[in-house]
C-alpha cells in the first residue's frame, strides 16, 4: 500500500464506503494534504466503487477542495462585489507584493497560496479573506503585513 | 379504486386533460400533441432540469416552470404559449447561442441539431448578446471512435446521465461549477486514455455537434476514386432499418435493397454483407460453446468458464476488459462478425476474386462507434495486414448517399454481390437484443437434438423485446448420440443489453450465482438498432420499428438458420477445411482480450 492509499484507507475506516461518504473522505485528504492528487482521487474511487471521473468531478466542484498543490496556508482574498468596492484591489497587490506571487499561485517553500474567493458573508467589514480557516476582516495593508509576518514564523 | 383516485386532470391551453398522478406537465402536453421545446430532456434520462427551455405559465404560480421537471397537480390550469414563455425561452436560447462556437456551416450535426432547430424557431438573433465563447477550447480527436468539441457543448449534461445510467461507465463528468463548469473526464484526459468504451450512446443522446463519431468516410472517397484499389463494403444487419431515417424514410422502413444498390452507385467494387459473418459466428461461437458444456459436464474439468459470453459488441468487449478483467475467459473467443469478415476479406476473398490483398480497402457499415476502436485494434492483423480498414457508422453512410448526388426514393433495389453476400434470418436478428442468442439456439438446438427448437416457426419470443434482462430455458432431450451428455440438461441462457444490464449480469458470475450457461451481451440499450452510430434521434418508440423490421426480415427469408447457409457450407469445404475452431478459423476468426485498468 502506498502513502496516499494508507491515507485514504484511515478515511475511509472514519466515514464509510457509502457514495455521501466521499465529501467527508475529500475533506479529510484536503486537510491533510492541502489539495486532492489525482492519485488520491484513484484510491477514493477504488474504496467508493465510483468512477474516478466521478471523483474528480466532486473535488473541482467545490471551491475548498483542490485539485492543484497548494501551499501550507492557502490565502483567499474575497472578490464579490463589496469587499471589490472596500479596495479589495489594494489588498491583493500588497499580498502580491509580500509574497512575491501572483494569484493563483503557490510560494517556492508551498508555505503560501493566493487565490480569489466568492462572499465569504462579511461584507460589513470588508474587505475580507481567508487563510485557511481563519477569516480576517477591515483589511488594510498594514493589517496584512502583520498578519503575514505572523503566519511567516508559524511552522 | 385505487387507479380512479391516482387520476387527475389539468387544462393545457385550454384543453382538459386526464393523467395520472406524478405525470409532469411535458407528458401531459404530448399527450394531447401540444409541442413544448426541449433540451436537456431526454426521454431516455433522468430529469436534469437545468436549460429550462421548456418552461411555460402555470396561473398562480410566480415563475415560469421548467414543464419537464414539474409533475401536473389536479386542476392546474397551464398555458404553453403565451408572450411571456416564448420572449423567456428566446432569451434562454440566444443566451446559449451567445456561449456557443456557432459554425452551422461546418458543422456536422447541422440540419440534425436540437440547438441550431431551436434558434431558428425561435428566431434568435445572433446580435442579441455579445459572444461570450471562451477562446482556445481545442477539439479532443484522441479517441479512434468520438469526437469532442467543447466549443459545441450546452451543458445539457446528457451525455453524462447517459453513460452514467445507461451505460454505468461514467467515463464523463460535470467538472468545475459556474461559467467554468465543462464536461470533462477524470483530470481532463484525453478521451483515449480513460474507460471510455466507445460505445457513442453519449453521442446519440447529444443534442448539438459537441459529441460526433470521428468521421473516416473522406478516406473512403479517397479509395474509390483511387483505380488500383478494391473497395469492398459489408453492412451491419442492423444499418439497413435505420438508413432510411437518414433519407427521409419513417423508423423501421424496409430499405435494404436500395441501400445496396447506392452503395454501388456510390462506387464500391463489392457490396457484401455482415449477416454472411454473423451466420460464421453462429457456427464458430455454437462450436465453442458445445465443446466448454462437454469439457465442464462430461469431462468435469473445472477449468472452463461458463457461462460464456458473446463477444460481437466492441463496447461491451472493452467494457468487460475494463470493468472486470478477471473475468475474460467467460468471453467467446469468437471475433465480431465485422473482424471475421476484415479476416476473410484479405484473405479467402482476396483468393476468389484474384485481387492482391493490399489492393483491398475493406470498410464496414455499422450501427456503431466502438467499431472504430475494435478495428483499430493491435491484434486484428490476422490477414497480415489491417483486417478493416475503416468503420463507418449508418450516419456516414448515410452522408455519403447524400454527398453522391443520389435520388433515394427512386433508386430500384439491388442485391448482394457474391461471395459473402448470402445470409439467412438469423444473422439479421443480430441487430436487436436477444438476436445472437436466438440465432444461436436455432443452431445449437438442432446440432445437439437434430430438431428444431421448440418454439412456434422458430422465434424465441422470450429473448426479444426491450425489457432489460431476459431469460429462457431450453430442456435438451432425445439428444443425439454425440450429445448424450447433454441429455435432460436444462440449458439456461440470458440476454442482457444496455452496460448497466451487463453489469447486473456480471456482478451475479463474480459472486459465483449465475445460473446460466450461455448469455448475449450488447452494450447498447436495444442492441445494435440502438447503437452510438445510428441515426439520431434515438428512443424507444424508434427503437421498437427498428426491432420490428428486423423480425419482419427474418420471417421474410427461406433459410433461418445460420448453418443453412450455401456460402457457409462452401467456405468449410474450401477454405476452412479443418472445420468450426480448426487451426484457420483459429488463426482468423478467434481472437484474444486485454486486461484494463478500471480507473
Ligand atoms: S452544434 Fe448545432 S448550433 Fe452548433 S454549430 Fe453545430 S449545427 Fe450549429
Ligand atoms: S462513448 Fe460510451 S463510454 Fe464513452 S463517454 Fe460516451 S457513453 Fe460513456
Ligand atoms: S456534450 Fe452534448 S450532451 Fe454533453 S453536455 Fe454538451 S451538449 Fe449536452
Ligand atoms: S463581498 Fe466580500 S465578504 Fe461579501
Ligand atoms: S428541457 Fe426542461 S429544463 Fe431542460
Given amino acids: ?113 493566493l487565490l480569489y474567493t466568492n462572499c465569504l458573508g462579511w461584507c460589513h467589514k470588508g474587505p475580507a479573506m481567508l487563510i485557511n480557516d481563519d477569516v480576517y476582516t477591515d483589511l488594510t495593508p498594514e493589517t496584512i503585513r502583520e498578519i503575514i509576518t505572523d503566519y511567516k514564523n508559524r511552522e | 379504486m385505487e387507479s380512479i383516485k391516482n387520476i387527475i386532470s389539468v387544462k393545457i391551453n385550454g384543453i382538459d386533460v386526464s393523467i395520472e398522478k406524478g405525470t409532469t406537465i411535458l407528458e401531459a402536453a404530448r399527450k394531447i400533441n401540444v409541442r413544448i421545446p426541449t433540451l436537456c430532456h431526454h426521454e431516455d434520462l433522468c430529469v436534469a432540469g437545468n436549460c429550462r427551455v421548456c418552461v411555460v405559465e402555470v396561473e398562480g404560480a410566480k415563475n415560469l416552470t421548467a414543464s419537464c421537471a ?55 438573433d445572433n446580435n442579441t448578446y455579445l459572444s461570450v465563447l471562451k477562446p482556445g477550447i481545442q477539439v479532443d480527436r484522441s479517441s479512434w471512435s468520438i469526437e469532442k468539441d467543447d466549443s459545441k457543448c450546452v451543458r445539457c449534461q446528457r451525455c453524462v446521465r447517459t453513460c452514467a445510467e445507461l451505460q454505468h461507465v461514467n467515463a464523463i463528468t460535470v467538472a468545475h461549477k459556474g461559467k467554468d463548469m465543462k464536461i470533462s473526464t477524470f483530470m481532463d484526459l484525453p478521451m483515449n486514455e480513460v474507460v471510455c468504451v466507445n460505445c457513442g450512446q453519449c453521442i446519440i443522446h447529444c443534442p448539438t ?134 479476416a476473410l476479406a484479405k484473405t479467402y476473398y482476396a483468393e476468389k476474386i484474384g485481387v492482391k490483398p493490399e489492393n483491398i480497402v475493406s470498410v464496414a457499415a455499422m450501427p456503431c462507434a466502438a467499431k472504430k476502436f475494435e478495428a483499430n485494434r493491435p491484434e486484428m492483423k490476422s490477414s497480415g495486414y489491417q483486417d478493416i480498414d475503416a468503420g463507418l457508422t449508418t ?52 446440432l445437439i ?20 434482462i431476459k431469460h429462457a430455458a431450453v430442456k435438451l432431450e432425445n439428444c443425439l448420440e454425440a450429445y448424450s451428455f447433454l441429455e435432460g440438461v436444462e440449458l439456461r441462457v440470458a440476454v442482457a443489453h444496455g452496460l448497466k444490464n451487463a453489469r447486473v449480469i456480471m456482478d451475479q458470475i463474480k459472486d459465483g450465482t449465475s445460473p446460466y450457461h450461455f448469455i448475449e451481451i450488447m452494450a447498447c440499450p436495444g442492441g445494435c438498432i440502438g447503437g452510438g452510430g445510428q441515426p439520431i434521434p434515438t428512443n424507444d418508440k424508434v427503437r421498437m420499428e427498428r426491432i420490428k423490421a428486423i423480425y419482419e426480415d427474418d420471417a421474410d427469408c427461406k433459410l433461418r438458420k445460420s448453418h443453412e447457409n450455401p456460402e457457409i457450407k462452401q467456405i468449410y469445404d474450401e477454405f476452412l477445411k479443418d472445420g468450426p475452431l480448426g487451426h484457420k478459423s483459429h488463426k482468423l476468426l478467434h481472437t484474444h482480450y486485454t486486461k484494463r485498468n478500471r480507473y
Avoid at chain 2, 425561452?89 to 459554425?103: F, G, M, P, Y
Avoid at chain 2, 428444431?452 to 432489460?468: A, H, K, Q, S, T
Fill in chain 2, 209 to 342: 455537434g459537441a459529441l460526433t463519431e470521428r468521421r473516416y468516410f473522406d478516406d473512403i472517397w479517397e479509395a474509390i476514386g483511387d483505380e488500383k484499389k478494391h473497395v469492398v463494403i459489408n453492412t451491419a444487419p442492423s444499418v439497413r432499418v435505420a438508413i432510411g431515417e437518414m433519407l427521409g424514410y419513417a423508423p423501421g422502413a424496409h430499405v435494404t435493397g436500395k441501400m445496396v444498390a447506392a452503395l454501388k452507385k456510390i462506387g464500391f467494387d463489392s457490396v457484401l454483407d455482415t449477416n454472411y459473418t454473423a451466420d460464421l459466428t453462429i457456427v464458430e461461437e455454437g462450436t465453442e460453446l458445445l465443446g466448454r458444456l462437454k469439457s465442464k459436464i462430461k469431462d468435469e474439468d473445472d477449468s472452463v468458464a461458463l457461462p460464456m459470453i458473446t463477444s460481437c459488441s466492441p463496447g461491451w468487449v472493452k467494457f468487460i476488459e475494463h470493468m472486470y478483467p478477471e473475468h475474460l475467459a467467460h468471453l467467446s473467443t469468437c471475433k465480431s462478425p465485422q473482424q471475421m469478415f476484415g
Fill in chain 2, 449 to 468: 437434438t437434430g430438431r428444431d427448437v421448440p418454439f412456434d416457426r422458430l422465434n424465441i419470443e422470450p429473448v426479444r423485446g426491450l425489457e432489460g
Fill in chain 2, 70 to 124: 414539474a409533475p401536473c397537480e389536479q386542476n392546474m390550469v397551464i398555458k404553453t404559449n403565451t408572450p411571456k414563455v416564448r420572449s423567456a425561452r428566446k432569451d434562454l436560447i440566444a443566451l446559449l447561442v451567445s456561449e456557443h462556437n456557432t459554425q452551422c456551416t461546418t458543422c456536422y450535426r447541422s440540419t440534425n441539431c436540437e440547438l441550431q432547430a431551436l434558434a431558428s424557431e425561435y428566431n434568435v
Fill in chain 2, 395 to 446: 450516419r456516414e453512410i448515410g452522408h455519403m448517399i447524400k454527398q453522391a448526388g443520389i435520388d433515394f426514393s427512386e433508386i430500384s433495389d439491388s442485391d448482394f454481390d457474391s461471395i459473402m453476400g448470402d445470409s439467412t434470418g438469423a444473422a439479421i436478428i443480430f441487430g436487436a437484443t436477444g438476436g445472437v442468442m436466438e440465432a444461436a439456439l436455432r443452431t445449437a438446438y438442432e
Fill in chain 1, 1 to 113: 500500500m502506498t502513502k496516499t492509499d494508507m491515507m485514504v484507507k484511515e478515511l475511509v475506516d472514519k466515514y464509510g464506503s457509502k457514495r455521501e461518504s466521499l465529501l467527508p473522505i475529500l475533506q479529510g485528504v484536503y486537510d491533510l494534504e492541502h489539495f486532492v492528487s489525482d492519485e488520491a482521487m484513484v484510491s477514493i474511487a477504488r474504496n467508493l466503487d465510483l468512477s474516478s471521473a466521478d471523483v474528480y468531478g466532486k473535488s473541482t466542484f467545490y471551491s475548498f477542495l483542490d485539485t492543484i498543490p497548494r501551499g501550507k496556508f492557502v490565502i483567499r482574498v474575497c472578490k464579490t462585489i463589496v469587499c471589490d468596492m472596500h479596495d479589495k484591489n489594494q489588498i491583493v497587490d500588497t499580498l502580491e507584493n509580500i509574497l512575491k506571487i501572483k494569484v493563483g499561485e503557490t510560494t517556492l517553500n508551498r508555505k503560501f497560496s
